[in-house]
């Protein structure tokens, strides 16, 4: 068991859009307030880097616990940002219409200006992770148009870590990114959300010469790093749209590639039924992958061992 020095609970002042109002940047939304949980390992050892980590559409669940877990017993403090109890939604697996797929992103960049203050934390070292529709926001955030909308103050992400994401919409200008390192962790055998999207924006991410790397584990499901799913279930009633490929043609305005019209999710693309569950092999490699990230992005610092 591994034991931290301090834990805070901090609130973070944001904003709910629509998808349509965070494309175009317009900050016509509803005022909100969302919170996180900041564990840190050492209040002695200085100013520490960290992660701030988003979640899925199921809220904070096992994997987040499991990350805190292992980065802070390396020395990293955490901020587990929980962008749906503030705004009273409690998962949107059957639902996703409940909140905007990016507003995460406005959420995340708030989140890095209300830790960037407090005493134990590096502003200069925190890297976004985040986990399928936390995922998204992890891998979007990176994206200069969206920064140039959305950044909350004068910090910086040293980092992207993508768990996960989907990639099915093509967003203007979206090889477009910050020059900080992206990484991406998704299982083969994810039907929740396609690996093969994210190949592809990957695939054109370098040939745009961007510092991006997608690790794929065979036979993996979707949310392989969560422990709670020790045996794989069938959701029924999850959306998803892994079939659905999506253009945003002028901004704000996101269409099916297929029809031509704007997309939402009642297009008969979108699906119900996926799979989520634990791979073990999956999680000790992704681990091992995110702290070698980890240490890179974070050097010349060493990290606890």
């Excluded at 797929?101 to 407090?118: H, P, Q, S, T, Y």
């Excluded at 998704?186 to 999207?197: F, I, K, L, R, W």
């Excluded at 745009?208 to 009633?237: Q, S």
Aim: with cysteine.
């Amino acid at each position: 068991m591994q034991y931290v020095a301090r834990h805070e609970a901090i609130p973070v002042s944001t904003l709910t859009l629509t998808d349509e109002q965070f494309l175009t940047g317009s900050a016509d939304g509803k005022p909100s307030t969302v919170a996180g949980v900041l564990r840190v390992p050492s209040v002695d050892a200085g100013r520490l880097p960290a992660v701030i980590l988003v979640h899925g559409s199921g809220g904070p669940g096992g994997n987040i616990d499991y990350w805190q877990q292992q980065l802070n017993s390396i020395g990293i403090a955490t901020f587990a940002l929980d962008v749906f109890t503030g705004r009273g939604i409690t998962r949107t697996i059957e639902d996703q219409t409940q909140l905007g797929r990016l507003n995460g992103i406005v959420d995340a960049n708030r989140a890095l200006e209300a830790i960037a203050g407090r005493p134990w934390i590096d502003p200069e070292r925190v890297v976004l992770m985040g986990f399928s529709r936390g995922g998204q926001v992890a891998l979007y955030a990176a994206l200069n148009r969206f920064r140039a909308m959305w950044k909350a103050g004068s910090h910086d992400f040293a980092g992207y870590i993508a768990f996960y994401a989907a990639c099915y919409t093509q967003y203007i200008d979206d090889t477009n990114v910050v020059a900080k390192p992206i990484r991406l962790f998704h299982g083969t055998a994810d039907d929740y959300v396609s690996v093969e999207p994210a190949k592809n924006y990957v695939e054109r991410l370098r040939r745009a010469g961007k510092d991006v790397e997608l690790i794929e584990y065979a036979g993996a499901h979707h949310a392989f790093d969560n422990p709670r799913y020790e045996r794989t279930i069938f959701l029924d009633k999850a959306q998803t749209t892994r079939n659905c490929r999506m253009i945003e043609d002028k901004p704000g305005h996101v269409v099916n590639a297929t029809t031509g019209k704007p997309f939402t999710m009642s297009d008969p693309c979108v699906e119900l039924g996926t799979h989520v569950g634990y791979h073990a092999a999956a999680t000790a490699a992704a681990t091992g992958a995110v702290r070698a990230f980890l240490e890179s992005v974070f050097s010349p610092h060493v990290l606890a061992t």
